[in-house]
């Protein structure tokens, strides 16, 4: 596939492209067999080994950057609902903003950081898929809710067919307007219409999540009324669990 470069191994992804990015062109992607010092959101660490798959794509001067997020999620769902069968369909979704989950087992997180030169912003979209790690794996990693493809569907897609996949489809929603996403994503969300606890700086309060607003924010209800949620400022969980 043009402009995907595949490494043996690398720090990060993300990294790699933000030490490049005055020289790669737009909609650029990597991906590597072995990362070790990847980012999730909010400071966690993620390590990727010949189990996972860690890829990101380069979004220069995108429209608006903000939901960019929200949009390769959906990328995310539709490449993994093609290579992995009807059997997965029913189950897959979004649990807001972005995490991709198989029933409530979340099997693919994403990153997007912005790098801002003089008037222009450019997103450096950051995924990482959950291929073939074991139960164990997710145990001691001290991620219960985590999963792979081969925990849930008893098999993993071919890693580099998975890969060009979620590259295309990120590469084609990520350049459209987020209005042409939106009634998609909501559609896969998972999160909406159920009571959430939101865990910020300030502490924690629960709130029942009506909505996706045009921005990408989650529109939420309590006892003082409407407000919305921004994913870069808090988490959300559901009540009992993770989703």
Not at 96 to 103: A, F, S, T
Not at 131 to 136: C, I
Request: charged share 25%; with cysteine.
């Amino acid at each position: 596939m043009k402009d995907l470069l595949c490494l043996d191994e690398v720090d990060s992804t993300n990294s790699y492209i933000r030490r490049n990015i005055a020289e790669l062109p737009n909609l650029f992607a990597v991906t590597a067999r072995l990362q070790t010092a990847g980012r999730g959101r909010r400071g966690h660490t993620w390590e990727a080994n010949g189990g996972m798959l860690p890829l990101s794509v380069l979004i220069k001067d995108p429209v608006s950057p903000e939901t960019l997020t929200l949009r390769a999620g959906a990328a995310v769902c539709e490449a993994l609902g093609e290579l992995c069968g009807g059997e997965i369909s029913p189950e897959i979704g979004i649990k807001w903003p972005n995490d991709v989950i198989i029933g409530s087992r979340k099997v693919c997180g994403i990153l997007c950081e912005s790098v801002c030169s003089g008037d222009s912003i450019d997103v450096i979209c950051g995924i990482g898929v959950n291929l073939t790690q074991d139960e164990d794996f997710f145990v001691s990693a001290g991620i219960p809710h985590g999963a792979s493809l081969k925990m849930l569907t008893g098999t993993a897609p071919d890693r580099s067919a998975l890969c060009e996949r979620i590259v295309e489809k990120v590469r084609r929603l990520c350049e459209r307007d987020f209005g042409a996403v939106y009634e998609r994503y909501k559609r896969l969300c998972v999160t909406l219409g159920k009571q959430v606890r939101i865990i910020g700086e300030n502490g924690e309060r629960v709130a029942f999540a009506l909505d996706i607003a045009p921005n990408g924010f989650l529109v939420c209800k309590n006892e003082n009324g409407f407000f919305e949620v921004n994913s870069g400022e808090v988490s959300v969980r559901g009540i009992m669990d993770y989703v």
